[in-house]
């Protein structure tokens, strides 16, 4: 199908590799399990937002601008990534950070540090509530901002994700694979919005199960609320003939209770349990979230031995050094 091909940056490294997860499909006594490699992007640690940042980035160089502004957690992987593509295009890059500075920034902060950024903090705000007033600034003494929304998710960003469900059906069609499941985790919406669109764009027929990992992202709307508003916006963006609604979107939101990056032993068990089989790394607040779901749901058998899940590894794993102490801890 003809979409509307939408300006890109090539940034990162595509396509992202494949494994297959012998050791651990084993251990769980499930189904075969793939993991999509997107914590290989590329860029400072690589993860999901460089997908939506070419898009994102190429609209930037369209409006004549030089500087991107967006926010997030301390230990956002959405900052540290941006940040770091701005250093690769020579833009300049200022994070609106919640919290306050620590004595010693490690994890993502430390690498926002290295690549340049300018850091804002915000305290109470972890979501970029000051990037407005921050931008007007920035205005004023004569930069030319671009704003990147929360987690890069607007129907720009999701694009990338359009684009990386035409790239995963190549792989999957060069292997001779036949995949029933894509799982992965969900946050602020752009990648299952985007997995979304380009499941029917390019007529994936594997099912998409996002595991939401933070319960309060956007007030009173639901997350499927959001996610179809993004999905819509994207599709028309895309020129392509698709109205989605809010039964297009399976998300998970039994394994969050705990709050957003608040590790507890299912984070534990599916980071070390990943590493021990495979030799890969999980991050605490995303993938280690989300591979405790599909263990979940492999142990109450809501999959068969003959089907083929993806696990879409989104990346995060420089968060691993700053929840060093949560992830050592025992008990729940
Ligand atoms: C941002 C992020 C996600 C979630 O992607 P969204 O598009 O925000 O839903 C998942 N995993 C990691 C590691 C992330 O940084």
């Known amino acids: 199908m003809g979409l509307i091909e939408l300006p890109r940056e090539k940034i990162g490294l595509f396509p992202t590799p494949i494994n297959d997860l012998k050791r651990l ?11 999509k490699r997107d914590d290989q992007t590329g860029l400072a640690f ?3 937002k460089v997908r939506k940042l070419e898009y994102l980035i190429a609209d930037a160089f369209r409006n004549g601008c030089d500087t991107l502004v967006t926010g997030g957690a301390a230990q956002s992987n959405h900052c540290r990534q941006t940040a770091a ?6 833009l300049s890059c200022h994070l609106v950070l919640g919290g306050e500075p620590p004595d010693i920034p490690d994890g993502n902060l430390l690498i926002d540090i290295l690549v340049g950024a300018t850091i804002h903090w915000t305290g109470p705000l972890r979501k970029g509530e000051s990037i407005p007033e921050i931008a007007d600034e920035l205005s004023s003494s004569g930069d030319k901002p671009y704003i990147i929304p929360y987690g890069g998710s607007n129907s720009i960003g999701s694009a990338g994700f359009v684009n990386a469900v035409s790239e995963l059906k190549q792989q999957i069609m060069d292997r001779g694979e036949k995949v029933d499941y894509v799982v992965f985790a969900s946050s602020s919406g752009g990648t299952q919005a985007g997995l979304t669109v380009g499941k029917i764009a390019y007529d994936l027929s594997a099912q998409l199960i996002g595991i939401g990992v933070d319960k309060d992202t956007f007030g009173h709307a639901s997350f499927e609320d959001q996610l179809t508003g993004i999905a819509n916006d994207t599709a028309e ?3 392509l003939d698709a109205n989605f609604s809010l039964s297009d979107f399976i998300v998970k939101h039994e394994y969050m209770e705990k709050g957003y990056g608040v590790v507890g032993s299912l984070e534990r068990e599916a980071i070390s349990l990943t590493a021990e089989n495979e030799g890969i790394l999980l991050d605490p607040v995303y993938t280690g979230r989300a591979m405790g779901g ?3 749901m492999i142990r109450n058998k809501e999959f068969t ?3 083929t899940v993806l696990f879409w590894h989104t990346g995060g794993t420089p968060a691993i050094f700053s929840y060093a102490q949560s992830l050592m801890a025992a008990g729940t």
């Open 25 to 35: 499909s084993k251990a769980l006594d499930g189904p075969r399990i793939l993991m």
């Open 46 to 48: 690589g993860g999901n």
């Open 85 to 90: 593509a701005a250093a690769a295009l020579g």
């Open 294 to 296: 599909l263990m979940d």
């Open 237 to 239: 963006r895309l020129g």
């Open 305 to 307: 031995k003959n089907e």
